[in-house]
């Protein structure tokens, strides 16, 4: 069983930065990947950006690339996601997720079978 716990959640202005952390426990932690995924009010979860866990190859979508990173430590199984230039558009409530199986594919919510329970991120204009 694993357990995923965000934290770093806020209410920010446009133009500033938040990082979010996800830590992980309850298993010898090794997965194939881990990413973080959104859900703004009244829309689907969508895909934020994706590490594989090993090789920390990342993947980002076209809406936050260049302006967040996604990141790992493996001694404290830990994810990470550094988040600059923060627009209200990017509101919403935020979660880690991870799949210990490989995939061709990361962007989809039904590719990762673990979860937390999300953060809250605010951003004001």
């Known amino acids: 069983q694993v357990s995923l716990v965000e934290s770093g959640g806020g209410l920010v202005q446009a133009g500033d930065s938040l990082r979010l952390s996800c830590v992980a426990s309850g298993r010898t932690f090794s997965p194939n990947r881990m990413a973080w995924f959104r859900q703004g009010p009244g829309k689907d979860r969508e895909f934020v950006a994706m590490?594989?866990?090993?090789?920390?190859?990342?993947v980002y979508a076209d809406s936050v690339k260049g302006r967040f990173t996604i990141s790992r430590d493996r001694a404290k199984n830990t994810l990470y996601l550094q988040m600059n230039s923060l627009k209200p558009e990017d509101t919403a409530v935020y979660y880690c997720?991870?799949?210990?199986?490989?995939?061709?594919?990361?962007?989809?919510?039904?590719?990762?079978?673990?979860w937390g329970q999300g953060t809250q991120v605010t951003v004001s204009s």
């Open positions: 997720a991870t799949a210990f199986g490989s995939s061709t594919s990361y962007d989809r919510t039904s590719l990762y079978p673990h």
């Open positions: 590490i594989k866990w090993t090789t920390s190859n990342t």
